[in-house]
């Protein structure tokens, strides 16, 4: 972590308004972030289809694909998801200490939960300022573990098990993934418990996005620019 | 005495040819699966091998595992399966009744401890001590115990032996129980379905009198080499699934055309049986063939997942009936309607404070 201080004064003579910034998200973390945004809106909308169809194709069968399509469409971009989920995880071990954030809450730390409040206060308009974060405030921190990181498992064992039930019974996705029938024997209850998944995320999305912009305009830091140049950028020079 | 007596041997004194009895080998090896040796090597077994006692068991059911079996397909099938098993005790179909009958149940056990094999048709309802099915003067539950101790292996027809089927669906007042949750000591082999295939029934007694063993299991107790694949997987409509062409309503012009029954809730797709191979009635026809979806007859709990004629599935815990996208879209609504209220409440306040803020 580096601070980069900028203290400036321009041709005028005027001072600038000092601005620290600091490198939060890692070059990978943010390829992950994105590549992931775009594999659950291909898969959440490819998934939504293939549990309720579009209206039947005119023609012969041996003409259309369409229902082979959605759903390599979806199976790609579950592959891809789980391969980068992956490589995030990898990343969180050799990474810096904010990509091992989502992967943990520390329910032992008492100061975690009392700053915790305050997320919830600062939201619910209780608390008139909120504290300053170089990574995720404990509500973002605990809010993703609990809607992204752990359905994000969730989804791909559970896809992948769904995924055997295609490939056959000799195939590595069910020797890996198998076990989760013997939770549930009736795969329709995977199938449904799947389905459940994705509407988890999607509503994680929705929050995500609208905290994200709203953070960005009343927070003191940068928010949407940090997930794409890695910059955590702070508005003002007050401690907390 | 049955003992001393092959397969073969009563096989012949049934009446049935050499001849014939070759042609039920090579066919029951290659409804298993078997290479061209394999009939051979059933043939050996039959000739060679004693018969194995069956006892076979009615709990809570509806006996129409029995209709399938004594319907398997090939007459010749239940020829030789009936014949060549030694069904010893089958109260719904024997000549004895009585004690007469109870008496054979004993002398299984005495005579052939840890040969004979315990078919089990129903299961064990376990409320009450047992008292919602009474069998020969006692709950059945205590007799199927009783005949487990000493059986080589179970097996546990249909739905209701293997999962618990419309007895065990909700709210389940007798406590009907699946054989693999009230015998934990001994193999068991579910064939489920409601009823099982009669080929499916006969294909693994006849695997097991051959071999002396039991099929190889999957890992919810199925024998691999029926229920392994989905009726999906192998379904004649399935290239019109692939292609995006549905049944949108009974009879209408996709009905006709015999579209993929997917959106009018056929349960193929997380259904394992054979129906869609091996179909019903000597192979003419199965319910998807019939322009009817699958209803998933052989899979755990399929009373209690909605209705027959939905994709998704009825998810009882919320209270109202209601499936995962009711839910979904709910929750999507209420965390959109929040979150414009907040974005709302923002604004506002933002005025309010900066207002005071001029104001001091």
């Known amino acids: 972590m580096s601070y980069s201080e900028t203290k400036a004064a321009d041709s005028h003579g005027e001072q600038a308004i000092e601005r620290k910034s600091v490198y939060v998200y890692e070059a990978p973390v943010r390829i992950w972030h994105w590549v992931n945004a ?27 694909f369409l229902m082979g399509y959605i759903r390599f469409t979806h199976f790609a971009a579950g592959q891809v998801l789980a391969i980068f989920l992956i490589l995030r995880v990898y990343w969180a071990i050799v990474g810096n200490k904010h990509a091992r954030q989502i992967f943990y809450v520390p329910f032992w730390s008492g100061r ?12 619910t308009f209780l608390a008139r300022q909120p504290k300053k974060y170089v990574g995720h405030n404990p509500l973002a921190q605990f809010t993703m573990f609990f809607m992204v990181t752990l359905p994000m498992f969730f989804m791909v064992i559970t896809g992948f098990a769904l995924y055997s039930e295609g490939t056959g019974r000799d195939s590595w996705e069910y020797k890996l ?61 007050e401690e907390d | 005495m049955a003992a001393t007596e092959t397969f073969y041997d009563v096989i012949r004194r049934q009446g049935i ?96 401890k840890g040969k004979y ?46 999962w618990g089927c419309v007895q065990a669906a909700k709210p389940n007042p007798t406590q009907a129980t699946p054989i693999d949750k009230v015998i934990k000591d001994k193999p068991i082999i579910k064939v489920p379905g409601c009823p099982p295939i009669a080929e499916v029934m006969t294909g693994v007694v006849t695997y097991i009198t051959t071999f002396g063993r039991l099929p190889e299991l999957d890992r919810q107790g199925r024998p691999q080499m029926f ?86 599935t009825t998810i009882n815990q919320f209270g109202i009936e209601a499936n995962a996208d009711q839910i979904g879209r709910t929750a999507a609504g209420v965390v959109g309607a929040g979150i414009v209220a907040h974005a709302a409440i923002t604004a506002v306040k933002r005025v309010t404070t900066k207002r005071e803020k001029t104001d001091a």
């Open chain 1, 177 to 237: 993934f198998g076990w989760v029938f013997s939770i549930f024997p009736n795969s329709q209850d995977v199938h449904t418990l799947h389905h459940l998944g994705m509407w988890v995320i999607l509503t994680f999305v929705m929050v995500h996005i609208y905290v994200a912009v709203r953070e960005d305009i009343m927070s003191r830091q940068s928010i949407i620019s940090s997930m794409i140049s890695g910059e955590r950028l702070f508005k003002d020079e």
């Open chain 2, 227 to 312: 229920y392994s694949q989905r009726i999906h997987d192998k379904c004649y409509r399935r290239p019109h699934f692939d292609a995006g062409q549905f049944v949108e309503e009974w009879d209408d012009e996709g009905a006709r055309k015999g579209y993929c029954l997917y959106k009018m809730g056929c349960k193929g797709p997380t259904t394992y049986n054979a129906c869609s191979t091996v179909r019903w009635n000597n192979g003419v026809s199965f319910p998807i063939q019939s322009g009817h979806g699958c209803i998933g007859c052989s899979e755990d709990g399929f009373w209690d997942k909605g209705s027959f004629y939905d994709r998704l």
């Open chain 2, 17 to 112: 040819t050499r001849r014939s009895f070759t042609k039920f080998c090579s066919l029951t090896a290659a409804s298993l699966g078997f290479g061209p040796a394999g009939a051979k090597a059933m043939e050996q077994a039959l000739e060679t091998k004693e018969r194995v006692p069956v006892i076979w068991m009615h709990g809570l059911e509806c006996t129409c595992c029995s209709e399938s079996f004594i319907r398997s397909a090939h007459p010749l099938v239940k020829d030789v399966i009936l014949s060549m098993i030694s069904l010893d005790y089958d109260d719904t179909i024997m000549a004895a009744a009585g004690k007469q009958a109870e008496a054979i149940l004993e002398e299984t056990k005495q005579k052939y």
């Open chain 1, 38 to 64: 775009l594999a659950i809106l291909t898969l959440a909308l490819t998934g939504y289809f293939i549990g309720s169809p579009l209206p039947a194709q005119p023609g012969e069968a041996s003409a259309n």
């Open chain 1, 112 to 123: 975690f939960w009392s700053e915790w409040l305050h997320e919830v206060k600062w939201y």
């Open chain 2, 117 to 162: 094999i315990l078919a089990v048709e129903g299961n064990p309802p376990l409320n009450e001590d047992g008292m919602f099915c009474i069998d020969g003067g006692r709950p059945f539950v205590e007799k199927l115990k009783w005949m487990a101790e000493d059986a080589m292996a179970i097996i546990a027809w249909g739905a209701c032996a293997s």
